[in-house]
């Protein structure tokens, strides 16, 4: 019951502040009520028990990428263009996309049936932590996927340091 | 501590059963304990500042404060009360909301943190299993409350001060995170509690000696995090008048004067946890002199914790500011790499001797 009115509150609040994000005229305003969002996705995981990935979800979400968005946002300085029609001519395609993948999501999820639980139940994770389970996993089984995923981002950093880089000789 | 207050309760009412009632005390309890360490950390906090003046003041052939109470005692007060009364100015282009909401986020959460401190043995408001991630994460939402208040207050100043913080916090969070992950490695927890007892096990008795490089970059690190001298860019007041909180008057600037104190006190705590052994003395130490088991943790904790402020004194006072390039320089060239570095040779030295 307490488990059901939490999630509920989550799923509502995450819906609304959603909303929130994407109808503001002042983007600042935007990144603050996404800060919000992030903050309840954050207790959303902790909800699951996934600690470490809210603490992740805070630090990585809303310390840095968030951030990156405010210099950006900050940097335009958009207050002289608030004043510009909020939407842009191709709205209608648009929405058919958007429903198009609404309709998917609603079929699919009647064919989604429950997985047997396996190792790792909520007490192996209470036991051993949720950061040591998750540390051990992606060490082990899922070590070739992580690596790969690491390297993906490895290669973007080169390539925005590769973008951004003054050229200082002209060949 | 909490055995003690239901031993207490069921004196007077019997035993508890009700599940609800339970809960009810369970709750009470936390509330108490959160009033009980943000009362105290305040006083710290105001008690920082006075140490700050006098230990500043003798360094520079002063005297510092001395006419509020005997030898000046009073002094935080009285700052406390003139910046209550004080009259509370509001730009006219301010965004208001985002004004009033910046120091409040930046108070906010600095007094967060103090929730995952274990002060003395078994005494942590939260005692999560994820505690020095929860600092980190407090740490970064601060930095909002600068960028916020540096944009809303439509100030020149107050903008590029927001902003010259913002690209430092996050800069030196990333070397501040890096410097912990090899205490993290020795104490295979990331509970803080945990760190200390494994620094207790441990035959130094303190990370601070096998992670002096660690230790290096931490205590840098912090300096920059808290905006404080030799980095304290963000308020340069030669270059931006106050910096971020330039428009700000009144409680809401004292507001961020006690976040960035009390952010002073979080970092010299996480230091004196993780890299000087907290509440605990080194083993040797008691075996050499018994009598010292007998002083309470709470005294050690303290006196590592106040070593520490003073340090950041001292640097205070010694050092010029640095320009903006080279904290930056300083953030992702020498400390980034020394921090990656001493994270490869702690898991090695962890590999190669088990007994670590």
């Given at each position: 019951m307490?488990?059901?009115?939490?999630f509920g509150?989550?799923?509502?609040?995450?819906i609304?502040?959603?909303l929130?994000v994407i109808?503001r005229?002042?983007p600042v305003?935007s990144v603050m009520?996404?800060l919000l969002l992030?903050?309840?996705?954050?207790?959303?995981?902790l909800?699951l028990n996934?600690?470490?990935i809210?603490?992740?979800?805070?630090?990585?979400?809303?310390g840095?990428?968030?951030?990156?968005?405010l210099?950006v946002?900050?940097l335009?300085?958009?207050?002289?263009?608030?004043q510009v029609?909020?939407f842009?001519g191709?709205?209608?395609?648009?929405l058919i996309i958007?429903?198009?993948i609404?309709?998917?999501v609603?079929?699919?999820?009647?064919?989604?049936?429950l997985a047997?639980p396996g190792?790792?139940s909520?007490?192996y994770i209470k036991?051993?932590?949720?950061?040591k389970?998750?540390g051990t996993?992606?060490?082990t089984?899922?070590l070739f996927p992580?690596?790969i995923?690491s390297?993906?981002?490895?290669?973007?950093i080169i390539?925005?340091?590769?973008l951004?880089?003054r050229?200082t000789?002209?060949? | 501590?909490?055995?003690?207050i239901?031993?207490f309760?069921?004196y007077?009412?019997g035993q508890?059963?009700n599940p609800?009632?339970?809960?009810g005390?369970?709750v009470?309890?936390i509330?108490i304990?959160?009033?009980?360490v943000v009362?105290?950390a305040?006083l710290?906090v105001?008690y920082?500042t006075?140490?700050?003046?006098k230990?500043?003041?003798?360094?520079?052939?002063r005297?510092?404060?001395?006419?509020?109470?005997?030898?000046g005692l009073?002094?935080p007060?009285?700052d406390g009360?003139?910046l209550f009364f004080?009259?509370?100015?509001?730009?006219?282009?301010?965004?208001?909301?985002?004004?009033?909401?910046a120091?409040v986020?930046?108070?906010a959460?600095?007094?967060t943190?103090?929730?995952v401190l274990?002060?003395?043995?078994?005494?942590?408001?939260?005692n999560i299993?994820v505690g020095?991630?929860?600092?980190f994460a407090m740490?970064?939402?601060?930095?909002y409350?600068?960028?916020?208040?540096?944009?809303?207050?439509?100030?020149k100043?107050a903008?590029?001060g927001?902003?010259r913080s913002?690209?430092?916090v996050?800069?030196?969070?990333?070397a501040?995170?890096?410097?912990?992950?090899g205490?993290m490695?020795?104490?295979g927890?990331l509970?803080?509690s945990?760190?200390v007892?494994?620094q207790?096990q441990y035959?130094?008795g303190?990370?601070?000696i096998p992670q002096f490089i660690?230790f290096?970059v931490f205590?840098?690190?912090?300096l920059?995090e808290?905006n404080?001298?030799?980095?304290?860019l963000?308020?340069?007041?030669?270059?931006?008048v106050a910096?971020y909180?330039?428009?700000y008057s009144?409680f809401r600037?004292a507001m961020?004067?006690?976040?960035?104190?009390?952010?002073?006190?979080?970092m010299?705590s996480?230091?004196?946890l993780?890299?000087?052994g907290?509440?605990t003395?080194?083993?040797?130490i008691?075996?050499?002199?018994?009598?010292?088991?007998?002083?309470p943790g709470?005294?050690?904790?303290?006196?590592k914790?106040?070593?520490?402020?003073?340090?950041?004194?001292?640097?205070?006072?010694?050092?010029p500011?640095?320009?903006?390039?080279q904290?930056?320089?300083?953030g992702?060239?020498?400390?980034?790499p020394?921090a990656?570095?001493n994270i490869?040779?702690t898991a090695?030295?962890k590999?190669?001797?088990k007994?670590l």
């Amino acid at each position: 019951m307490l488990a059901k009115l939490f999630f509920g509150y989550y799923a509502v609040v995450i819906i609304f502040l959603s909303l929130l994000v994407i109808t503001r005229k002042n983007p600042v305003h935007s990144v603050m009520w996404m800060l919000l969002l992030f903050f309840h996705i954050a207790g959303l995981y902790l909800f699951l028990n996934a600690e470490f990935i809210a603490a992740i979800q805070v630090i990585v979400y809303a310390g840095a990428i968030l951030v990156l968005f405010l210099f950006v946002v900050l940097l335009l300085n958009l207050r002289e263009e608030l004043q510009v029609e909020r939407f842009v001519g191709s709205w209608p395609a648009g929405l058919i996309i958007a429903v198009a993948i609404f309709a998917i999501v609603v079929n699919v999820i009647r064919s989604f049936v429950l997985a047997p639980p396996g190792k790792y139940s909520i007490e192996y994770i209470k036991e051993a932590t949720h950061t040591k389970a998750l540390g051990t996993i992606l060490y082990t089984e899922y070590l070739f996927p992580f690596e790969i995923a690491s390297l993906v981002l490895l290669i973007a950093i080169i390539g925005a340091i590769v973008l951004a880089k003054r050229k200082t000789r002209s060949h | 501590m909490n055995e003690i207050i239901y031993s207490f309760i069921e004196y007077f009412i019997g035993q508890v059963s009700n599940p609800w009632l339970k809960m009810g005390i369970d709750v009470f309890i936390i509330l108490i304990q959160i009033a009980a360490v943000v009362v105290v950390a305040l006083l710290h906090v105001a008690y920082a500042t006075y140490f700050e003046r006098k230990v500043m003041a003798r360094m520079q052939v002063r005297i510092g404060p001395t006419e509020v109470g005997p030898i000046g005692l009073l002094q935080p007060f009285a700052d406390g009360v003139k910046l209550f009364f004080k009259e509370d100015i509001i730009p006219a282009n301010a965004d208001k909301p985002i004004f009033y909401l910046a120091p409040v986020i930046f108070f906010a959460s600095a007094l967060t943190s103090l929730s995952v401190l274990p002060f003395f043995n078994n005494f942590a408001v939260a005692n999560i299993n994820v505690g020095l991630l929860f600092i980190f994460a407090m740490s970064s939402i601060g930095a909002y409350g600068i960028v916020m208040s540096g944009w809303s207050s439509d100030s020149k100043f107050a903008f590029l001060g927001g902003l010259r913080s913002a690209s430092q916090v996050i800069s030196y969070e990333i070397a501040m995170g890096l410097s912990l992950v090899g205490v993290m490695i020795m104490a295979g927890s990331l509970n803080l509690s945990e760190i200390v007892r494994a620094q207790h096990q441990y035959p130094t008795g303190m990370f601070a000696i096998p992670q002096f490089i660690g230790f290096f970059v931490f205590l840098i690190a912090a300096l920059a995090e808290t905006n404080r001298l030799p980095f304290d860019l963000p308020e340069a007041e030669s270059e931006l008048v106050a910096g971020y909180f330039t428009e700000y008057s009144g409680f809401r600037f004292a507001m961020f004067f006690l976040g960035e104190y009390t952010g002073m006190l979080i970092m010299s705590s996480v230091a004196a946890l993780c890299f000087l052994g907290g509440w605990t003395i080194p083993q040797f130490i008691t075996n050499a002199l018994p009598f010292l088991s007998y002083v309470p943790g709470i005294v050690w904790f303290l006196l590592k914790v106040y070593l520490i402020m003073f340090f950041y004194y001292w640097v205070r006072s010694t050092f010029p500011r640095y320009r903006y390039d080279q904290l930056m320089g300083i953030g992702w060239k020498v400390l980034i790499p020394l921090a990656l570095a001493n994270i490869v040779l702690t898991a090695f030295v962890k590999i190669l001797v088990k007994g670590l």
